[in-house]
């Protein structure tokens, strides 16, 4: 028996699972209660994949003998992959009362509740595991982590310098003050930082990753390619470096590259979209085109952006169904009548499709080139070539983001748009969809300035009628938000305020003889520096009074 034993250890040890679980399995048949034999059954299933298994032979272990920390640990493992995170914390916090130093199940629960947005939560069971663990430095290198999501950056940088401290070799804990400080705006100190972590660690991907966003934010595209290469090439499987490339290669028009990085979205730490379950094929050139279900991700914004390559697919499939947020539902099928359209919130029948495709997958499919984008057509335009003397001006103003991230960063207030806003030959109207009354009203008060509001328009949930006012407008004016691209997909002349670097979408920046090849009627005012809208607001101001006003 203990040559077998032995013999099984052997070939676990050498990663030959399935012989070495044959002979745990055999032992057990003469044997059941070997407490060794049965952990090594559970390793066996686990490095197999077999979770649900592992935890029956975790179970029986506990069965003969409650004070084995490893199993518990192990066991919430094998729940938290299986998805059962309340289950996994149990096991954790159990493997704890065993063993109060267990560091490995103080990280496990931390993150679980980072995943669970129990933020508190996660500092809370850290802080109680810094003064029983030996890795000081990793409890606190945690909890500046998530100091740093809640946006505490004095407390997050404290503790990573607390780590430093304990072990001045942490990289983690530069990547986290770097995280913080370039969140700060103190780009060039935060690369600086990382620099510093690429000498302790040259082979850190997530290093190389941070790396070239920081380059990317100081406007520095090429050092930021060079970066997010040398981070997929110690990592191919890491998603953010391809999905941050993409961008880059996306907003150069280099599309064959973009589209290629920018599939690996799905597998970034953002989660910013929901996969659709189904278990009909994803599309792919081979499978013909038969009956297609195209189904919607991301954002509004997203959506409203693919959806213009809608025509292109219908002229090559049978049938095309189109599944979008519910409040796109209308808009598409009044500009699609052809189209099947379904709200995401519906159950949609498989029996419907023959194969899907997620929204923003079409562009590596029909946008591999500046030759394959087909510009839309201007619609409504008012030709001002001449001064307009009869009438006031109608505009519809969009100044805020609802992006949970950078909200702060593409958004702008109708205090700095006051140069504009006080033109009297301009009636503006607010198609914000974020409640904004009390700026306005202020805004009101402060300079006897009225922005209008229609009362009848429900601006965040009736995107159709939203176009409809948009139509009779003679312009907008607005920032990176749904309201940009609702507007410019219509060709109606939209005047846009974008950021400097951080907070600028590359899909913006697609442009072939100084027009988008997305939305041909977006006129960009870009800030020259960071976070100062000056110089784009006066820019913008020459404009609308040249073409329309002088």
């Known amino acids: 028996m203990s040559n077998l034993k032995k013999q099984a250890v052997e070939l676990f040890n050498n990663k030959k699972y399935e012989k070495s679980l044959s002979i745990f399995l055999s032992i057990l048949k003469t044997n059941p209660k070997s407490k060794d034999v049965l952990l090594y059954t559970s390793y066996n299933y686990m490095k197999m994949g077999d979770f649900k298994t592992a935890i029956i032979y975790f179970e029986k272990i506990i069965q003969l003998d409650k004070k084995l920390p490893q ?5 919430g493992v094998c729940f938290n992959i299986l998805g059962k995170k309340i289950d996994a914390i149990d096991s954790f916090k159990k493997a704890i009362s065993l063993k109060d130093n267990y560091l490995e199940s ?3 629960i931390g993150q679980l509740f980072k995943k669970l947005s129990l933020l508190d939560e996660a500092i809370k069971i850290y802080k109680l595991a810094l003064p029983k663990v030996t890795q000081k430095d990793t409890i606190n290198v945690n909890i500046s982590e998530v100091y740093y999501l809640q946006k505490n950056y004095q407390l997050s940088i404290k503790y990573a310098e607390d780590a430093l401290n304990l072990n001045a070799k942490n990289y983690f804990a530069k990547i986290n003050i770097a995280n913080c400080l370039m969140d700060k705006g103190e780009i060039e100190k935060g690369i600086i930082e990382l620099e510093q972590a690429k000498l302790i660690n040259s082979n850190s991907s997530m290093v190389f990753n941070n790396l ?6 100081l406007g520095n595209e090429n050092e930021a390619i060079i970066n997010y290469k040398k981070a997929i090439e110690l990592n191919p499987k890491l998603h953010d470096a391809h999905f941050n490339l ?9 599309f064959i590259d973009g589209w290629k990085n920018y599939e690996f979205r799905f597998g970034t730490q953002k989660k910013f979209t929901n996969q659709l379950k189904t278990n009909k094929p994803q599309w792919d050139t081979g499978y013909g085109y038969g009956t297609i279900l195209i189904w919607g991700e991301q954002g509004i914004g997203e959506q409203i952006l693919f959806g213009s390559i809608l025509p292109d697919v219908m002229s090559k499939f049978k049938k095309v169904i189109l599944c979008v947020e519910d409040k796109l539902v209308e808009i ?3 500009k699609f009548n052809k189209l099947e359209v379904i709200p995401l919130s519906k159950k949609i029948d498989e029996s419907m499709f023959d194969y899907h495709l ?3 997958s079409l562009g590596k499919f029909f946008r591999k080139d500046l030759r394959s984008f087909l510009y839309n057509k201007e619609e409504n335009q008012i030709d001002y070539n001449t001064q307009i003397s009869n009438r006031k001006l109608k505009c519809a103003v969009s100044w805020k983001s609802s992006n949970e991230n950078l909200k702060n960063i593409k958004s702008i207030s109708l205090e700095d748009l006051k140069e504009i806003l006080m033109i009297d030959k301009i009636d503006f109207y607010n198609i914000q969809y974020t409640n904004e009354d009390d700026e306005v009203e202020a805004f009101k008060k402060k300079y006897d300035i009225t922005i209008h509001k229609n009362n009848e328009l429900d601006t965040f949930n009736d995107l159709n009628d939203l176009n409809e006012f948009i139509k009779t407008c003679d312009f907008v004016i607005t920032v990176s938000n749904s309201n940009a691209h609702l ?9 846009l305020l974008l ?6 979408f590359w899909y913006w920046e697609n442009e072939e003889n100084g027009k988008n090849i997305w939305y041909p009627s977006i006129i960009k005012f870009k800030q020259e520096t960071q976070g100062d809208w000056s110089e784009p607001i006066k820019k913008l101001k020459e404009k609308i009074i040249e073409k329309y006003l002088s």
Not at 246 to 254: C, D, F, G, K
Not at 487 to 495: E, L, P, R
Not at 499 to 504: A, L, R
Request: glycine fraction near 10%; aromatic fraction near 16%.
């Open 106 to 108: 103080y990280i496990q």
């Open 332 to 334: 598409f099928q009044k």
């Open 246 to 254: 993409s961008h880059i290669q996306l907003a150069q028009n280099n």
């Open 358 to 360: 997620p929204i923003c």
């Open 71 to 75: 199993v518990y640990y192990n066991m």
């Open 212 to 217: 070239g966003y920081g380059y990317k934010l």
């Open 487 to 495: 507007s410019a997909s219509i060709g109606k002349t939209t005047y």
């Open 499 to 504: 950021p400097n670097t951080k907070g600028k």
